[in-house]
C-alpha cells in the first residue's frame, strides 16, 4: 500500500473569524480521502499558539483553512514558508494583497479592472481632521463602512447619514486602522470561483448572493438556515462569461494561485459589473459558495479539496 501524505489542516487563529475557520477546517478534515492522505488537525487558539508544531518530516503538506487577518494575509504563508513546507492556496503577496482592501483595489486599478467608487483614511485621519465629510464627500448616501482589513462581513456598516457614518467607522477602527468607504450602489450581489495555478487557471459558473435587506451579513452567511445563493445564477449568457473573465483577470492581478472568490456587483439596469473583493481562503464548508460553485461545475467537495492538495505539491516540486 502506498504511503499516505500527511496534511495538517490549519484552522482557527487569533482573527475575529476564528468559529468560521474551525468550520471550514473540520469540513476538509471530513472529506480528505484516507486512502491517500493522513489527516492532522492543527488548530491555532485566540492567541496565536499552536496544538501541533509544524516541520518537514512530520507533515508533507498545509491546509491553512484560516479566514482573515493572520491566516489569510500572508502571515501563515510566510511562516510555512520559512519552514520549507509545501501550503495549499496563495503565497505570501497574494495573500497580503487580497486581504488589505486598499492594496487590493490598486492591483485591480493597475490592471484596468472595474470597481466601486471609494475612498479610505486612516484612523489617525478620522481623529484629526476638523472636516470629517471631507472625507467621503466624493460619495453618495447610502456608503458602506468597511475595515481595510478582514472578511465574512466583519466590522461592515451600511450608513446613510453623518451620524451612522460615525458610528460605522467607529466599528470598523476597532479591527484596523484603516477604513475603506465605498459607495452604495443598486446591484445583484455574484460570486465566481477561481482555482488552478499562476498561468492556467478555471472559473467556475456564476452564483448569485440571495439578498435579503440591503446586504449579507455575518448572521445571513454563517447563522441563518436559509439558502445563501443560487447556483449557477441566472443571468444572460454574455454577462456570465463576463464574470469568469473578470474573475480570471483579478486572480491574476494578486498573483493568484491554488483558490479565490471573488466577488461582483452587477448593476442590471446598465449591465456594468464591478469587482466588489477577492478573497483567497473563502469561507470552505461543502455549504460555502465557493465549493457549490465548483460542485455546479461538476467537481465534488473531496475532489475540489484533492485537487487544492496536488495543485500545493506541484507549486514546491514535490
Given at each position: ?259 479565490a472568490r471573488v466577488d461582483f456587483l452587477y448593476e442590471e439596469h446598465t449591465g456594468n459589473l464591478h469587482v466588489l473583493e477577492i478573497n483567497t481562503m473563502p469561507g470552505f464548508t461543502p455549504r460555502s459558495v465557493y465549493a457549490r460553485a465548483w460542485e455546479a461545475s461538476g467537481l ?19
Amino acid at each position: 500500500m502506498t504511503e499516505r501524505l500527511r496534511v495538517a489542516v490549519l484552522a482557527g487563529g487569533p482573527s475575529a473569524e476564528h468559529e468560521v475557520s474551525l468550520q471550514s477546517g473540520q469540513a476538509v478534515l471530513d472529506a480528505l480521502p484516507k486512502e491517500r492522505y493522513e489527516p492532522m488537525p492543527v488548530v491555532i487558539d485566540r492567541q496565536g499558539r499552536w496544538s501541533l508544531e509544524l516541520r518537514r518530516g512530520v507533515v508533507d503538506v498545509v491546509f491553512p483553512v484560516l479566514h482573515g487577518p493572520y491566516g489569510e494575509d500572508g502571515v501563515v504563508q510566510g511562516h510555512l514558508e520559512t519552514l520549507g513546507l509545501p501550503y495549499v492556496g496563495c503565497g505570501v503577496l497574494a495573500s497580503a494583497v487580497a486581504m488589505d482592501k486598499t492594496a487590493m483595489r490598486r492591483a485591480f486599478l493597475a490592471d484596468g479592472i472595474p470597481i466601486t467608487p471609494h475612498v479610505w483614511f486612516t484612523e489617525h485621519d478620522w481623529r484629526t481632521t476638523t472636516d470629517r465629510w471631507g472625507l467621503v464627500k466624493s460619495l453618495d448616501w447610502p456608503m458602506y463602512v468597511k475595515p481595510a482589513n478582514m472578511g465574512s462581513s466583519i466590522g461592515i456598516s451600511r450608513v446613510t447619514s453623518m451620524e451612522e457614518l460615525h458610528t460605522g467607522v467607529e466599528l470598523a477602527v476597532g479591527y484596523d486602522r484603516v477604513v475603506v468607504v465605498e459607495q452604495g450602489i443598486i446591484a445583484r450581489e455574484l460570486i465566481c470561483g477561481v482555482l488552478g495555478d499562476h498561468d492556467t487557471p478555471d472559473a467556475s459558473v456564476t452564483g448569485e448572493l440571495n439578498v435579503h435587506g440591503d446586504w449579507l451579513d455575518y448572521e445571513a452567511k454563517y447563522l441563518s438556515h436559509s439558502e445563501i445563493a443560487t447556483i449557477p445564477a441566472a443571468l444572460p449568457e454574455r454577462i456570465a462569461e463576463e464574470v469568469r473573465e473578470l474573475s480570471l483577470r483579478a486572480y491574476r492581478a494578486i498573483g493568484g494561485y491554488g483558490l479565490a472568490r471573488v466577488d461582483f456587483l452587477y448593476e442590471e439596469h446598465t449591465g456594468n459589473l464591478h469587482v466588489l473583493e477577492i478573497n483567497t481562503m473563502p469561507g470552505f464548508t461543502p455549504r460555502s459558495v465557493y465549493a457549490r460553485a465548483w460542485e455546479a461545475s461538476g467537481l465534488s467537495y473531496p475532489d475540489l479539496v484533492d485537487r487544492l492538495i496536488n495543485l500545493a505539491l506541484a507549486r514546491s516540486g514535490a
